[in-house]
């Protein structure tokens, strides 16, 4: 059985100009992804896949397979399974074989714990799904405690969702996306329906779940500074032991 890790960094972003070439820590966030994905124990193949010839660049220099993506497959527009797909199919032509199980990576998620990729792949395989992700719970924005502003004015306020619930700890378990892993089966990435953007994630979807603060997504200056303060204690603790 063979595992593609696949890594998707485009340069182009609404929130942070080429969020993947931003710096932390001396090195650029894609760095990060890229040493994470070099320690994915059940990675048969890394690669990348991009429209910037500077992330592509350091790719190289971390020795993974480096493909430069088409500008339809880069725009705002654009759907990350077909850049991942992308991916797949320059490393099969390149190869002569086929993948079995796509390990998905965003380039601009610096911090993930060392083992989640593994987790999520391992999960797949055991439980025969089509696809895993990870996810994180709201903790306090949930969304029963969420609100909605309407009225002529834009200044009416009112639930969300109606509920009586006064304590958090009385709030229903709800998750959200982490994006730290996304394992898929080749067979359910493949499958696209235009009528279902999500199709490539097939039926069977489980999910694995990560603490608050083990993810960190970078879209703005605050996620990196967040990623900074994280990645500053954990070199502390492991300076400490």
């Known amino acids: 059985m063979t595992t593609l890790v696949v890594i998707i960094a485009r340069a182009g972003s609404k929130g942070l100009a080429n969020k ?17 994905a070099l ?19 350091v790719g190289g220099e971390h020795g993974l397979y480096c493909y430069q993506r088409p500008a339809h497959l880069a725009a705002d527009t654009a759907a990350i399974d077909g850049a991942v797909r992308h991916g797949v199919e320059c490393w099969e032509t390149e190869h002569n074989r086929s ?19 593994d ?4 999960k797949l395989i055991e439980t025969k799904a089509d696809s895993v992700q990870s996810v994180c719970p709201v ?7 969420m609100r909605k502003i309407s ?5 009416v306020l009112e639930m969300y969702e109606p509920n009586r619930i006064y304590r958090r700890q009385d709030l229903p378990p ?10 898929v089966t080749r067979s359910s990435l493949f499958t696209v329906d235009p009528a279902e ?18 993810v960190v997504d970078v879209d703005d200056e605050l996620d990196i500074t967040l990623a900074e303060v994280i990645l500053q204690r954990r070199a502390s603790v492991q300076t400490a032991v």
């Open 99 to 117: 993948s079995d199980i796509v390990s998905i990576l965003y380039g601009n998620i610096p911090v993930r714990p060392v083992d989640l990729s």
């Open 151 to 155: 009225g002529p004015r834009a200044d």
């Open 20 to 36: 993947s070439m931003q710096m932390l820590r001396g090195k650029p966030v894609i760095a990060w992804t890229i040493e994470y």
């Open 119 to 122: 987790r999520a792949v391992q």
């Open 39 to 57: 320690h994915i124990r059940c990675a048969d193949a890394i690669v990348l896949t991009s429209d910037c010839p500077n992330i592509l660049a």
């Open 197 to 214: 953007p999500y199709a490539y994630l097939g039926r069977d979807r489980r999910a694995i779940v990560t603490a608050p603060g083990e």
């Open 174 to 183: 709800v998750y959200m996306l982490d994006a730290g892993a996304l394992a």
């Open 139 to 145: 903790g306090k924005m949930h969304p029963l405690w």
